[in-house]
């Protein structure tokens, strides 16, 4: 069975401990290889390198690290097709979303490799004369990086792409349950020339290896994604352990707004493609269908001829629309929200029990579930379930829809559907949540674009795009005064 060790200072080694551990195929129990087991000793390894290689790696020209990442994105685009299959064996999303996943790593690679030749600074001028002042971004140091489980390439490179171009090294922590990943993404950038030291991977629970990256005297930042439970325990530790930055993407509870005037067949489709994509384990997934009153009844029969004629199975294979969820565990806890959906008094339609039928009995899967006439402060519709489980909220106007969807902790992803322009533009002003989409689902964020949310979503950061550059660099402002004589700011210039 092939074993994965740790990545430190450019070398593949075991834990010190010299312990293992398994990845399981969420679809049937197939075990995929062994991963080592560290504990706190690896990750002071691993951040002594990253130290190390940052007095270099800070000094490689911004461009020359820009063309290591393009050559890591261009390794990707050849070994797409061989991550994505095993990205659907290890995580168990369906091969077609797992590709997107794999995707999406690529394009942030590609986007963040050009800002090599254009990490722009502010030239400005002094309120003195004979003073040039200018702003110039800088690195920040070593980089802890913490991921879910739930897009196993994408959010890595969404955190390692950005830290690398502005000179950061970086320490990763994968999540437990996609180790493998992890390690195929760190090959990639192995073989397009990462200098060693710069990129360290230490496997291992969050309680402990986590725990102990957060810890670290010598780790500036943690960029976490996760629960809102971890999350708040990740900033409370991170300031007691040198004030450092923390980047935090955390949990969502999405709504889909379908207005009386929208098309109801292309709001099906959304709210499909939203709601059960990835099983519901995303943190865009849509979770809240919140509809007006006079098109409650017929949006809900449609769904629920949509709903009914879902294939699960194993993502590998073409017949199937849902995969497993990552572990039964997880399986469990939809089942444990689906019980008290029904204590509530929220009427199940379709759906609401594991599936057990032949093949699946061997992996993690759930029906896809809808619950009917669902009350807006039920725990079902305020909770994150993680799973393919959806309520239907009626309402009488667009305005309540609107408040209900922003009485939640969470403020990620929103969408409206409607053919009237005016409504569209309220709702965008009006949504609280990081993303807002019209006549489209809530998930399908593009990477040259702000993603993160309002509220418990996070902390304010934003990852992605030109906002990325923020959470992963210091800004520098300079001033050089060439007059040849003391110039007190605020003072001589009166
Ligand atoms: P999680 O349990 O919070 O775990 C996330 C990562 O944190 C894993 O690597 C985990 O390690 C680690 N961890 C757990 N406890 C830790 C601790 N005390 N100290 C340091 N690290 C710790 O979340 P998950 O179940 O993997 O992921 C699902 C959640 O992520 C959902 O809430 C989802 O909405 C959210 N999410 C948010 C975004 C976003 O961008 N906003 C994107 C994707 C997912 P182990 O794997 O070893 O437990």
Known sequence: MKFYPNYIDGQWVEAKSGRRYQSINPANGEVLGEVALSGPEDVDAAVEAARKAFESWRLYPAPKRGEILFRAAEILVRRKEELARMLTREMGKVLPEARGDVQEAIDIAYYMAAEGRRQFGHTVPSELPDKFAFSVREPIGVVGIITPWNFPTAIPFWKMMPALILGNTVVFKPASDTPIMAALLVEVLEEAGIPKGVVNLVYGPGDTVGEALIRHPHVQLISFTGSVESGKHVAVTAAQHGMKRVTLELGGKNAIIVLEDANLDLAVDGIIWSAFGTTGQRCTAASRVIVQRSVAKKLEEKLVERISKLRLGDGLLETTDVGPLIHTRARDKVHMY??????????????????????????????PTLFAEVKPDMRIAQEEIFGPVLALIPVDTME???????????????????QDVNKAFKAIRDLATGIVYINAGTIGAEIHLPFGGYRNTGNGHREAGQAALDAYSEWKSVYVDYSGRLQRAQIDNQ
């Open 338 to 367: 689906v019980e008290i959906g029904k204590q509530e008094g929220a009427r199940l339609v379709v759906g609401g029990e594991p599936a057990m039928e032949g093949e699946l009995a061997k992996g993690a899967f759930y029906k």
């Open 400 to 418: 309540e829809a609107i408040k209900v969807n922003n009485s939640v902790q969470y403020g990620l992803s929103s969408a409206m559907y409607t």
